[in-house]
């Protein structure tokens, strides 16, 4: 039971993990957290299920077309709630993300409904492990984390692309200097931003129900992991992220069910007084 419920919130907790990436991704670069990334997550749920139930593509193709439809999506959230606000508030662009939530919340309850909808897994049936019996579906989210987290570490440290997105989040004034466009590289931000938040939700809904509102938990949940983790800090939202996952499914079975949410953020509360900046220590950039 302790092998099955271990490898169960390491799974949930790679889904947190994206969310929290996407988070930290957006947070680097324009100094802001985005309250609407947990949505992204729901309207990836939403198209994976149409592209699977109503379009009747293959759960894998579904997979990918799903990444890119919500990595898009990123894009034009970029333009329509962070770009013409660039120069305002923080506290402006804030509210925004938190509209913007509302917004998708409520589209997709007019377009698809309150009711839950089921999805198919990418791989159907149970596998053993030892002694636990857990769905193919906990499994294959597990593998993609670890490609996904690898390929973002390899694309930060190791490429151009990764060098320019890290300057901008360092000083856009600076890297304006330097000849790098600065709105590109944002935009590219918020492309992967979205496109692995959006892979979570699609990963995510076979396992669980997609409704309108299964962002909302999973983005708070998210904030927290990066919370424990450390702003600013994709190490810290990798771990922090697992460790939401663990706490919520061995705390789910061994203590309730009904009150697991209150325990993950029993934790957070813990770890605040423990280390209020985090695992990592809050990583902070100069901001033009």
């Known amino acids: 039971m302790n092998l099955q419920l271990l490898l169960t919130g390491i799974s949930l907790g790679a889904v947190y993990s994206f969310i929290a ?11 802001i957290v985005n309250f609407a990334q947990g949505d992204f997550l729901m309207l990836g749920g939403f198209v994976y299920y149409t592209l699977i139930q109503m379009a009747l593509f293959s759960a894998w ?3 990918l077309i799903t990444t890119l439809v919500v990595g898009v999506s990123g894009i034009v959230f970029q333009f329509v709630c962070y770009w013409p606000l660039r120069n305002a508030q923080d506290k402006a662009i804030v509210v925004s993300t938190l509209g913007a939530s509302i917004f998708m919340r409520e589209g997709a309850k007019l377009i698809w409904g309150a009711t839950p909808r089921a999805t198919k897994p990418l791989v ?10 857990l769905q193919w579906q906990y499994l294959i989210i ?8 690898a390929g973002i570490y390899i694309m930060l440290e190791k490429t151009q692309l990764g ?6 989040a360092q000083n856009q004034y600076a890297a304006s200097l330097m000849g790098i466009p600065v709105g590109t590289a944002i935009a590219v931000t918020f492309f992967l931003s979205m496109l692995v938040t959006g892979l979570s939700g699609a990963l995510l809904s076979p396992v669980y129900f997609v409704t309108n509102t299964m962002g909302g938990s999973s983005g708070v949940k ?3 992991a990066i919370v424990i983790g450390g702003f600013g800090s994709i190490p810290g939202a990798i771990i922090g992220g697992v460790f939401i996952g663990l706490v919520e499914v061995f705390g789910g079975a061994y203590i309730s069910t009904t009150y697991k949410d209150t325990i993950v953020f029993l934790v957070l509360v813990v770890s605040l007084l423990i280390r209020p900046k985090g695992i990592f220590g809050e990583k902070t950039a100069e901001k033009s």
């Open 142 to 149: 597990i593998a993609i984390a670890i490609v996904v987290i």
């Open 222 to 224: 998210a904030f927290a």
């Open 124 to 133: 159907a049936g149970t596998a053993k492990i030892g002694t636990a019996v």
């Open 163 to 168: 060098s320019i997105m890290q300057a901008t």
């Open 21 to 31: 990436i996407g988070m930290v991704l957006i947070y680097r670069a324009v100094g």
């Open 61 to 63: 193709i579904s997979l």
